[in-house]
T-cell receptor, first 111, second 117 residues
Framework: KQEVTQIPAALSVPEGENLVLNCSFT??????LQWFRQDPGKGLTSLLL?????REQTSGRLNASLDKSSGRSTLYIAASQPGDSATYLCAVGAGSYQLTFGKGTKLSVIP | GAVVSQHPSRVICKSGTSVKIECRSLDFQATTMFWYRQFPKQSLMLMATSNEGSKATYEQGVEKDKFLINHASLTLSTLTVTSAHPEDSSFYICSANGRGQLNQPQHFGDGTRLSIL
């Protein structure tokens, strides 16, 4: 059974800092890995999708990497802003296209 | 872009009530829809997968008679929590994929906060 772990559970940084969120998964037989953002009481916004054959994806200030063999992914956020404050979820897509989620990292960017 | 609409956003009702939650794809045909449940400070847990026109596939531990899922059209799936009890209080979120898009980002609704008194 796939298990997804996100470290740290919470992170607080001053505005402008670069930061890295970590995600690990136990079964490397994946189709893809997604990073989502969830604001309090809201649904999910897809940030980046990395296919299993890819090593990284970039969108604006966000960069996600994938090392399938070691079961790890990182989400790098450059020049953090208060508007980046949210919970970031990592999810692994498997053969049935269902997603297995981590518990998330709650990010607070302090002005 | 693709949008998934989920309704209602919040429900507060008495124990024993049945509650229906709707998930609609607004600009694409959702051949597959997923229903998740999220408890406070926990990850999203997949409850069931529904394909248009067929019975839903439930995850282990999810009671199919309690959580009724109907995916009768390519734009609508419903989740009915029958005879809801306080332990069913949670955040329910649906997501959808279109035909030929199963390896693309899933589109999520905004979720439904269910509170059973």
């Amino acid at each position: 059974k796939q298990e997804v772990t996100q470290i740290p559970a919470a992170l607080s940084v001053p505005e402008g800092e670069n930061l890295v969120l970590n995600c690990s998964f136990t079964d490397s037989a994946i189709y893809n890995l997604q990073w989502f953002r969830q604001d309090p009481g809201k649904g999910l916004t897809s940030l980046l999708l990395i296919q299993s054959s890819q090593r990284e994806q970039t969108s604006g200030r966000l960069n996600a990497s994938l090392d399938k063999s070691s079961g790890r992914s990182t989400l790098y956020i450059a020049a953090s802003q208060p508007g980046d404050s949210a919970t970031y979820l990592c999810a692994v897509g498997a053969g049935s296209y269902q997603l297995t989620f981590g518990k998330g990292t709650k990010l607070s960017v302090i002005p | 872009g693709a949008v998934v609409s989920q309704h209602p956003s919040r429900v507060i009702c008495k124990s024993g009530t049945s509650v229906k939650i709707e998930c609609r794809s607004l600009d694409f045909q959702a051949t597959t829809m997923f229903w998740y449940r999220q408890f406070p400070k926990q990850s999203l847990m997949l409850m069931a997968t529904s394909n248009e026109g067929s019975k839903a596939t439930y995850e282990q531990g999810v009671e199919k008679d309690k959580f009724l899922i109907n995916h009768a059209s390519l734009t609508l799936s419903t989740l009915t929590v029958t005879s809801a009890h306080p332990e069913d209080s949670s955040f329910y979120i649906c997501s959808a994929n279109g035909r030929g898009q199963l390896n693309q980002p899933q589109h999520f609704g905004d979720g439904t906060r269910l509170s059973i008194l």
